[in-house]
T-cell receptor
Framework: DAGVTQSPTHLIKTRGQHVTLRCSPISGHKSVSWYQQVLGQGPQFIFQYYEKEERGRGNFPDRFSARQFPNYSSELNVNALLLGDSALYLC???????????FGPGTRLTVL | QKEVEQDPGPLSVPEGAIVSLNCTYSNSAFQYFMWYRQYSRKGPELLMYTYSSGNKEDGRFTAQVDKSSKYISLFIRDSQPSDSATYLCAMNNAGNMLTFGGGTRLMVKP
């Protein structure tokens, strides 16, 4: 069975631009969470969605938004990119909101 | 002060050694405790998942949780060069978000 998939693998943007990151959860999983991992640090929670409803939001500015689709895939959007948004963005899926989370390979975003 | 503290290392050990990795935390509401392994530029891979206090063993890995001391550990027996990675502890309180430590970089030398 396929694990969590994320696209793109890597992208480079300039300050002020907008970016959309995509995630497909493990088949049968209905919950998706997004995390930001800055180099040398642990992942920081951004959002969780369960059955297309937002279940949690971390301490991130309103420039960050997300949504979940009927097929349980998800998008993370970041507007007005800053240099500090450069990080590995991780998507994790779980069967329910409070269950074990399995991570995808991440999308590495570089903001110049 | 961070909610979850983890020594960043690097921790360098010879092949075959027993490795001890640790995290301390401050939020007594945490009930579920996890260890993830992360290779360079990859996503975290779940190694161990435990609930409340006690020990759990899986092959060469043993996870320990001491809720009274707010202290969790991961032991790796007969360490191998392929165990070289960053180890992340994570925890939550049956809610949604995982709270991670900063990770410990482990190097196992042949």
């Amino acid at each position: 069975d396929a694990g969590v998939t994320q696209s793109p693998t890597h992208l480079i943007k300039t300050r002020g631009q907008h970016v959309t990151l995509r995630c497909s959860p493990i088949s049968g999983h209905k919950s998706v969470s997004w995390y930001q991992q800055v180099l040398g640090q642990g992942p920081q929670f951004i959002f969780q969605y369960y059955e297309k409803e937002e279940r949690g939001r971390g301490n991130f500015p309103d420039r960050f938004s997300a949504r979940q689709f009927p097929n349980y895939s998800s998008e993370l959007n970041v507007n007005a990119l800053l240099l500090g948004d450069s990080a590995l963005y991780l998507c994790a899926s779980s069967s329910g909101g409070a269950d074990t989370q399995y991570f995808g390979p991440g999308t590495r975003l570089t903001v110049l | 002060q961070k909610e979850v503290e983890q020594d960043p290392g690097p921790l360098s050990v010879p092949e075959g050694a027993i490795v001890s990795l640790n995290c301390t935390y401050s939020n007594s509401a945490f009930q579920y405790f996890m260890w993830y392994r992360q290779y360079s530029r990859k996503g975290p891979e779940l190694l161990m998942y435990t609930y409340s206090s006690g020990n759990k063993e899986d092959g060469r890995f043993t996870a320990q949780v001491d809720k009274s001391s707010k202290y969790i550990s991961l032991f790796i027996r007969d360490s191998q060069p392929s165990d070289s990675a960053t180890y992340l502890c994570a925890m939550n309180n049956a809610g949604n978000m995982l709270t991670f430590g900063g990770g410990t970089r482990l190097m196992v030398k042949p």
